[in-house]
């Protein structure tokens, strides 16, 4: 009784002052200086978005990172989906091979990168671009040896989101 409540899923909706989590089977948003949350979607009212895009309905509230106040995505499944408010539309923007892996979200352009086996590929909407084809003995796209420096990952967008910067290595 003497600790602070734990808020799971807890994000800043971009470029506001204002938070979104869950709280059972509804999302909510409130802010440091409002007093009460308001409800953003009910689990329901996404399911019935998903089912509008012909996609599996949610068994819960998903994971969501903001766009702008209005826009986030989430990934379910290999699908990338957003969601826009206040009309609650989604709209699929990627589907990726379920062997996909290291994937990296530019966060404007929502085009992603990923990797299969070694190799990099970017996907922009459903088109799907190999950008490396290399053999066993080179790793593509993913975080090697440099964990224990702080980075976590081997793909790099530019700020423009044109361009893609990643780790290439001779595996051992």
């Known amino acids: 009784a003497l ?45 019935k978005a998903m089912q509008d895009i012909g996609s599996d309905s949610l068994k819960r509230l998903p ?7 209005n826009k986030a995505y989430f990934w379910t499944k290999s699908k990338l989906i957003t ?6 539309k989604a709209e699929l923007i990627a589907t990726l091979p379920e062997n996909a892996a290291s994937i990296d979200v530019a966060p404007k352009s929502l085009n ?29 796209g993913q975080s090697v040896h440099r964990n224990e ?9 530019s700020p ?3 361009r893609i910067a990643f780790d290439q290595q001779e595996s051992y």
Do not use: C, M
């Open 3 to 47: 600790y602070a409540k734990n808020i799971s899923q807890l994000k800043w909706r971009a470029d506001s002052e204002l938070y979104s989590f869950p709280d059972g089977d509804f999302l909510l948003s409130s802010g440091p200086l409002k007093k009460t949350s308001d409800t953003l979607a009910s689990l329901s009212q996404l399911n």
């Open 63 to 69: 994971q969501l990172t903001w766009i702008n106040p």
């Open 83 to 88: 969601l826009q408010w206040p009309q609650i």
């Open 112 to 140: 992603v990168a990923y990797t299969i086996d070694n190799n990099l590929y970017v996907a922009e909407g459903e088109k799907h671009t190999q950008i490396t084809q290399d053999e066993n003995g080179i790793v593509n």
């Open 149 to 157: 420096f702080g980075i976590n990952k081997g793909i790099f967008w």
């Open 160 to 162: 423009d989101e044109q």
